[in-house]
């Protein structure tokens, strides 16, 4: 089989936004007690947080955090977590069915971010509160003093504002799981007025307001319709949940999960526009996909929890080698409409549906979902260039026209180099694949690294990591053309100095 790619310096998508590296830590599990933060560990700092963790997290490459849920924040008071620690109370929580020790709260969580060099992006509790505590917490965390809130903040040890720019409105509200669920009527007023509060207290902050959990949700379209209706001259992002598996346990149709996050992308920015031209608004939102990750391997075994534990490992899906490919063609999605989606985060970071695990007073390792985050993380800045793709087509039951190969082309002018994400969605065909890079004069191949043949079922774990990426394979220049072979099932990074 052969595939062509075509791209041209002039022919761009969009600038990538830093933050379409995020990831997600949740009050759930184990992701951050006996996760981030174990005081007793070998290597925990002087605040009681894992530094080999921390080494990992900064290895990933993720730049922007969300905090601290997902279903969690629905029932959390955020007071619960400033102050002495020993004054903390312990809470139930009804998200997860866990009980909160508050150990770990706003400042904690605050420092820990900026130590592994990410953003945090805070998420407010729009299902039990409302109004007044989200004002709160705005002032909290960014006013500089003189008032009730940044007073506090400042006896709690911080002296200089937080000043968290971005911020969820609440988590998944339409969810009947959710604590405080909401019709969209009664989301879209209440966001709106949150909204409205929290700009007033900080006018440079953004906004992000719940669209549906899913794609598959029955009010899927008119939820997003409907709270924008209410929302949209107040907010900044809309966002976007998806999770994926393969419970058919069929490659082919696995590896086109992403298709169906593209039409979901689609679909969504469509809602958007449309809404931008009902109320004849100059403004156009762009999209969060705040959550997006593969989650299916932990669903039975969770199912069997006891409830009111502490931190009991939940959502602990174990990646194996065909979770690595479907999960960069979710990143190059992603990157393919990075005009429209400018924050997305992998959920989760460590321990829950995470590329990074830990055992309790043990060691940590990678699972096989690392490396693709981490490749694209590091390799994937700049701009993403428009590309034409020729390349054979297969279908499945869900989708026709499926390609061959999920590609994205990226212009890097600050390391001076063009970098091409490719997975060979071929089970069984190495694919002759060429791009040429028009308007660009390509000089050296930097590097070329590829995750491929392994046994689709391979895992990662503690004591052996044979899923990693390896050096390969060849790549030829000839003028703007560069050319290789892409092994069947395979992810590979192309990074091509100019
Ligand atoms: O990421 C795990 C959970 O998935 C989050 O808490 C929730 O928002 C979503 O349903």
């Known amino acids: 089989m052969k595939a062509k790619m075509t791209v041209n310096e002039?022919?761009?998508?969009?600038?990538?936004?830093?933050?379409?590296?995020?990831?997600?830590?949740?009050?759930?599990?184990?992701?951050?007690?006996?996760?981030?933060?174990?005081?007793?560990?070998?290597?925990?700092?002087?605040?009681?947080?894992?530094?080999?963790?921390?080494?990992?997290?900064?290895?990933?490459?993720?730049?922007?955090?969300?905090?601290?849920?997902?279903?969690?924040?629905?029932?959390?008071?955020?007071?619960?977590?400033?102050?002495?620690?020993?004054?903390?109370?312990?809470?139930?929580?009804?998200?997860?069915?866990?009980?909160?020790?508050?150990?770990?709260?706003?400042?904690?969580?605050?420092?820990?971010?900026?130590?592994?060099?990410?953003?945090?992006?805070?998420?407010?509790?729009?299902?039990?509160?409302?109004?007044?505590?989200?004002?709160?917490?705005?002032?909290?965390?960014?006013?500089?003093?003189?008032?009730?809130?940044?007073?506090?903040?400042?006896?709690?040890?911080?002296?200089?504002?937080?000043?968290?720019?971005?911020?969820?409105?609440?988590?998944?509200?339409?969810?009947?799981?959710?604590?405080?669920?909401?019709?969209?009527?009664?989301?879209?007023?209440?966001?709106?007025?949150?909204?409205?509060?929290?700009?007033?207290?900080?006018?440079?902050?953004?906004?992000?307001?719940?669209?549906?959990?899913?794609?598959?949700?029955?009010?899927?379209?008119?939820?997003?319709?409907?709270?924008?209706?209410?929302?949209?001259?107040?907010?900044?992002?809309?966002?976007?949940?998806?999770?994926?598996?393969n419970q058919k346990n069929d490659i082919e149709s696995y590896l086109t999960k992403s298709v169906g996050m593209d039409n979901f992308i689609k679909s969504v920015t469509a809602i958007c526009d449309y809404i931008k031209a009902k109320k004849g608004s100059k403004k156009t939102l762009n999209l969060s996909f705040d959550e997006w990750n593969i989650w299916y391997h932990s669903l039975e075994e969770d199912s069997k929890n006891e409830p009111w534990q502490h931190a009991p490992p939940i959502l602990e899906d174990i990646y194996n080698f065909e979770d690595a490919l479907v999960l960069g063609c979710l990143l190059i999605t992603l990157l393919k409409n990075s005009d429209r989606v400018k924050i997305a985060c992998l959920a989760q970071l460590v321990n829950v549906i995470a590329p990074i695990m830990t055992s309790s007073g043990g060691a940590t390792w990678r699972q096989t979902t690392f490396y693709p985050f981490m490749q694209a993380s590091r390799y994937g800045r700049g701009t993403v260039l428009r590309h034409n793709l020729d390349v054979p087509f297969y279908s499945t039951e869900e989708f026709d026209s499926v390609p061959y190969i999920e590609a994205v082309a990226i212009h890097n002018p600050e390391d001076n180099e063009a970098v091409i994400f490719a997975v060979n969605r071929s089970t069984n065909e190495p694919i002759d694949f060429s791009a040429e890079l028009q308007g660009f004069s390509p000089t050296s191949v930097k590097e070329v690294s590829t995750i491929s043949g392994h046994d689709l079922k391979q895992t990662n774990t503690e004591s052996n990591s044979p899923v990693v990426p390896k050096a390969g394979p060849a790549v030829k220049i000839a003028g703007c053309n560069i050319g290789t072979v892409l092994s069947p099932l395979s992810w590979n990074m192309i990074r091509i100095g100019l």
Not at 83 to 102: F, H, I, Q, S, Y
Not at 222 to 240: G, P
């Open 10 to 245: 002039a022919f761009t998508i969009s600038q990538i936004d830093p933050r379409i590296y995020g990831t997600f830590v949740e009050h759930l599990g184990r992701a951050v007690y006996s996760g981030i933060y174990e005081p007793g560990h070998e290597t925990a700092d002087p605040a009681g947080f894992r530094q080999d963790v921390k080494d990992l997290v900064k290895e990933l490459g993720t730049s922007f955090i969300r905090y601290p849920g997902g279903n969690f924040v629905s029932g959390y008071n955020w007071e619960d977590g400033i102050g002495p620690v020993k004054d903390r109370p312990a809470r139930l929580d009804l998200a997860w069915k866990t009980v909160e020790p508050n150990e770990v709260g706003l400042h904690e969580f605050i420092n820990w971010a900026a130590e592994v060099g990410a953003e945090v992006n805070m998420a407010i509790n729009l299902g039990t509160r409302g109004i007044e505590a989200a004002g709160n917490i705005v002032e909290y965390c960014n006013h500089t003093d003189g008032t009730y809130w940044s007073d506090l903040r400042r006896k709690n040890g911080a002296e200089v504002p937080f000043k968290i720019k971005t911020w969820c409105l609440g988590n998944e509200m339409d969810g009947p799981w959710q604590i405080g669920g909401k019709t969209a009527g009664e989301y879209g007023r209440l966001a709106s007025e949150v909204a409205k509060v929290m700009k007033l207290v900080d006018p440079d902050i953004e906004l992000v307001v719940c669209g549906s959990s899913h794609a598959e949700m029955p009010t899927f379209a008119s939820w997003e319709a409907t709270v924008l209706e209410h929302t949209y001259e107040h907010v900044d992002y809309l966002s976007l949940h998806s999770y994926y598996g």
